[in-house]
Each structure stands twice: as structure tokens, then as C-alpha cells.
């Protein structure tokens, strides 16, 4: 039996754990993960997923007295420390420096512009000042984030100074005491779904998202429909771009703008994209990058040599109501898939019970209740009211029908 530590991320991962024998020690945070985690994994600990010593002192009594075979992670906050224990353990994997040139933005747009690829003009900004002078050394829109953000949270586009002044007050306000300062990429939004091993990557899907004012993702769908005439471009860039910084095994999720001078990167991950992706991947593909996520690594499956062609579209659209409070719902009784609901109270973290909609070719949940408050979506967590997920003949079959249904729920709010 192989064994593995699994740190943070969601229980898709290791949904193949038994079927494969593997053991799995998951590391987590308390009240942080599905208590669906439990049928997968033998041992659960828990520790902050980004404290690299306290996840190592966790681990190591473990290791010593059975080692593991493989230390993964497909979480955005915990790739670095996955990183760190590797490199602590002796064990095969991605070095911590790949998790921090891709986590840190700024150090990935050096990364990209010491390679000679990707001209995007940028500035790591500690003010408003500076940050007043790079839109003026631009001269036209920009984009303010943090250098380590996440789900496009504090995401700040700035025109002129009474911009800058409220995005750095609120960049502040966040906690950010610095950040990166970008000219505005104009055009949609794709990424590259890749998977690597030993040093080679193989990028599989390319996916579409439809954003809203935030930049929040709020549908996704694959294939990608705009991406078709950028397919070769993309991959090569990803390829390279992951060569940059180092990666060796394991998923990655590489996001673009095709802008009218061609594609270039928006960032870059060494994990599983979220918003429900690997589902959508599967769907659409037949690959599970789920299982590649277990498998590859311990040499149970071999990473193919060229990625499939797709077999039909998915996709996923997030309810997006109006903000108030939850008074009821029209429009359930109209709908022709299955319908899931969560209890009243219960918040499960990601994009929740996927698994149970898995063989339905349209299926619908509903995260909110009654008396609950519906937010403005100003980063991915606030995607929290439900969600439609589809396939499709193919992207735009998968598309029109998962917006279709969405239309069909109706929030009544207070």
C-alpha cells in the first residue's frame, strides 16, 4: 500500500485513494474541509495549512515510523509549505521556490520577463504614490491586486488618481501593504488546465470563464470557445512558463487574457484550478485530474502522451441574485434535473456535493435557505448561493443550457 500526505485542499482529490490502495493523512485546519474527507483518508490532522514548521512537526513522527511515499497538495495556501516538507523529508515533488514564484505575482511576472516572454508592464507598489505613478507611467487603465491574492479578492481597476486613492485605501483596509500594479488586460478570460510529471508538462483543457464587474468567475465552461484559434500558442506559453518556475509533478492552472495582441498570462498555480473545473474537465474530456492527482505521482498511471479531444462541452454558471435576505424561491418546481439543497446552517467551503450530481447531465444546488443573507460577489467565496452544472454536446450546447436553467431559479429577497 503506498502512503501519502495530502495537505489542505477538497475531497475530490483523493477520491481515488481506495480504489488505488492508497493510504491518505490529510493535514487541514479544524472546520475548514467536508466532513466527506473522512471516507477517503485514514488519518486526519490538524494544523494551519500554511505553517510549514507546525505541518512538518505534524508529519515527521509519521514518516519516521512509516514513510511516506509522496508529501501533495492541491491548495493554493498550502502548495508552499507542501514544498518545505519535501525538501525537509527528502521526497520527490515541486521545491518550495516553484510555490513561491507562482504565488507571488510579482515574482511571476519577473519570472516571465527574465525569460524573455509575456511583455506585460508591472510594479510591486507600496503606496499610493508609487502606485499613482506607475498609472501615470502607463498612461491608461490599470489593474491594483495583492502580490499573494486569491479568488480575485481586492482586485482594483484604476483610471486616474481618485481610483488609485480608493483602491489603495481599501488595499489597506484588507491588510495589504503592498501590492502589483498592471497594465489592464483587455479581452476574455481562459486558462490551461496542464498536468506534469518528471518534468514534463502536458497541457489537457483550456477552459472560458464569464466574469462579473468583480472579475469574479461566475460561469466556466470547456472547451473553450474563443480560445480555438490561440489552442497551439497557449500551450506552448503554458509549457514554457512552467518550465520557468521549475515545476515538476503534479496539476497546474495557468490563467490568460486574449488580448487583440495575443495572449498573455494573468497568473499561474500549482494546483487544481477551483469553481468546480476538474469536474467540468471530466465531463468534457474523460480525464479526471482528480485521480492523475494520486495516481501520477506514485507511478500508479502513466501521464498521457498527448492530451484528448474533447467528447462535448460543460460547464458550470453560480446563482448570481440580487443581495438581500432569502425570503423563498420560484421556479423549483419547473425544474427538469435533480435538485440538491443544504440544511439550513450548513456552509461547506468550495463548490460542494459535485459528487452527487456527477452522473446527471444537468443538476442544480441551492447553498441558501430562508433568512440567509445573499452578498454582493466580490471574490470567489462569495459564490455561496448554488450553482447549475451541465453537459453539453458541446461549449456552447453546455453553456446555453446551464444559463437556461439558472434563469429558471428564481431568489425572493426581503
Not at 481515488?16 to 471516507?39: C, P, Q, S, W
Not at 448554488?386 to 461549449?395: K, P
Request: with cysteine; glycine share 8%; hydrophobic share 40%.
Amino acid at each position: 500500500m503506498f502512503r501519502v500526505a495530502v495537505i489542505g485542499g477538497q475531497p475530490h482529490a483523493v477520491r481515488a485513494a481506495k480504489e488505488h490502495d492508497i493510504e491518505v493523512v490529510l493535514v487541514h485546519e479544524e472546520g475548514r474541509y467536508e466532513d466527506t474527507f473522512t471516507e477517503y483518508c485514514g488519518r486526519i490532522m490538524h494544523a494551519p495549512i500554511t505553517d510549514s514548521d507546525a505541518i512538518l512537526a505534524a508529519l515527521r513522527p509519521l514518516h519516521e515510523q512509516r514513510p511516506f511515499d509522496r508529501v501533495l497538495s492541491t491548495s493554493e495556501d498550502g502548495a508552499a509549505a507542501t514544498g518545505y516538507v519535501v525538501e525537509a523529508l527528502g521526497l520527490p515533488g515541486n521545491p518550495a521556490r516553484t510555490s513561491e514564484l507562482l504565488k507571488n505575482k510579482v515574482l511571476t511576472r519577473k519570472t516571465l520577463a527574465d525569460n524573455g516572454f509575456d511583455p506585460v508592464r508591472y510594479q510591486l507598489v507600496r503606496d499610493e504614490a508609487e502606485l499613482q505613478a506607475f498609472h501615470e507611467s502607463v498612461g491608461e487603465r490599470i489593474v491594483v491586486k495583492p502580490v499573494d491574492g486569491v479568488a480575485s479578492a481586492n482586485v482594483h481597476v484604476v483610471t486616474g488618481p481618485a481610483e488609485a486613492a480608493v483602491a489603495w485605501r481599501k488595499l489597506t483596509e484588507a491588510g495589504c501593504r503592498e501590492a502589483l500594479a498592471e497594465e489592464y488586460l483587455d479581452g476574455p478570460a481562459i486558462s490551461v488546465e496542464s498536468f506534469s510529471s518528471a518534468g514534463r508538462h502536458l497541457p489537457i483543457a483550456i477552459t472560458e470563464y464569464q466574469l462579473n464587474e468583480h472579475f469574479v468567475e461566475v460561469g466556466i465552461s470547456v472547451p473553450s470557445r474563443v480560445a480555438v484559434p490561440w489552442q497551439r500558442e497557449l500551450r506552448e506559453l503554458t509549457v514554457r512558463l512552467l518550465d520557468a518556475v521549475g515545476l515538476v509533478d503534479g496539476p497546474s492552472h495557468t490563467e490568460f487574457v486574449l488580448t487583440r495582441n495575443g495572449p498573455r498570462v494573468l497568473e499561474s498555480h500549482n494546483r487544481l484550478a477551483g469553481g468546480g473545473v476538474p469536474e467540468l474537465v471530466c465531463r468534457a474530456y474523460g480525464v479526471s485530474l482528480s485521480e492523475l492527482f494520486l495516481t501520477v505521482p506514485l507511478g500508479l498511471a502513466k501521464l498521457p502522451d498527448e492530451a484528448p479531444a474533447p467528447t462535448g462541452g460543460a460547464a458550470i454558471k453560480f446563482f448570481e441574485p440580487e443581495p438581500g435576505v432569502v425570503t423563498g424561491f420560484d421556479g423549483l418546481d419547473e425544474l427538469d434535473a435533480p435538485l440538491l439543497r443544504l440544511a439550513p446552517g450548513v456552509r461547506i467551503p468550495g463548490i460542494p456535493r459535485l459528487r452527487e450530481l456527477e452522473d446527471a447531465e444537468v443538476g442544480v444546488l441551492i447553498q441558501v435557505n430562508e433568512g440567509d443573507e445573499i452578498p454582493v460577489i466580490r471574490a470567489g467565496w462569495d459564490r455561496r448561493m448554488g450553482y447549475v452544472i451541465v453537459t453539453g454536446r458541446d461549449g456552447d450546447d453546455a453553456v446555453t443550457r446551464a444559463a437556461d436553467t439558472a434563469r429558471r431559479v428564481r431568489f425572493r429577497r426581503a
